[in-house]
């Protein structure tokens, strides 16, 4: 593998590969990425500002190199996932990866947030539901998930409050917590996250081998709940202070919008069935 001190210059397409130096979570992108090859992975048309990008933080006296790059496919159920990824040192070290189904297929969101910031980890996995309320898109995933949940939220602690305007979007399952940077945060990653990380996708991936196609009525229900989803999730991601910082606000409302959560973006994605 070539060092990728320079990213930008070097992806010509979504499925190349992203390899950010002093990156935490490459393990978790190449564990992702090798999961999802058995289903034939197709690019995603992403810009190329988007699939990689180098900047610099800190101060002037002490700067510090920042790189975002973003790996994506689609697959035959599933629109689009896609992996943002950023490395800026000490400052912070995030994975972002969501798959969002086609609403053909009644399919929560694979969600994932491991966030390194100088003040510890903050990490969260889900199989977020489309709609909460929903018995027939919940009930079946929400009994395989608890079980996983359970074994692993035992060795964390708890990563405290979310916002109330959040809860729709979380399920039962929803792992979350907030540990501390140094070797007790360093094993816990290993011994717990890793796993959980496996068990949440390998879940998610016999979930979408067994999902067949909905009516086009359940269709049209699927995607106005995930254009929900994805208008919470544009409008409050959490991310956009510290890309806004690295990038300016033209491109980090471009990325949130137009790449990460781009269901009401993208013409085609609008179309509950293609
Ligand atoms: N979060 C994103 C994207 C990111 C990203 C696209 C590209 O949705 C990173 C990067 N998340 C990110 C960063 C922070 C958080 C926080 C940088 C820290 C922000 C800061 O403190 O400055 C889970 N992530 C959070 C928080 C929650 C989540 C609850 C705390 C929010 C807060 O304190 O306001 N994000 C949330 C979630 C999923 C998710 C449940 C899916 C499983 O992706």
Known sequence: MKPMSN??????????????????????????VAALQPLGPEPYPIHPQFLARDGVTGSKAKPVPVATATWACQTKKFRQARAACVSAGDAASVLNFVINPRTRYDLPFFGADLVTLPNGHLLALDLQPVDRGDRLHTEAVWDLLLPIFERWKQSLPDGGPIPAEAQPYFSPGFLWTRIPLGSEGDRLIDAVIRPAFQEYLQLYLRLEASATPVSMERSELLLA????YTRYRSEKDPARGMLSRFYGSDWTEAYIHDVLFDLETQPAASKPIE
């Open 7 to 32: 990213p930008a210059t070097t992806r010509a397409n979504s499925l190349d590969p992203v390899q950010l130096s002093d990156w935490r979570w490459q393990w978790f992108l190449d564990e992702a």
């Open 225 to 228: 709940g995930q254009k929900r």
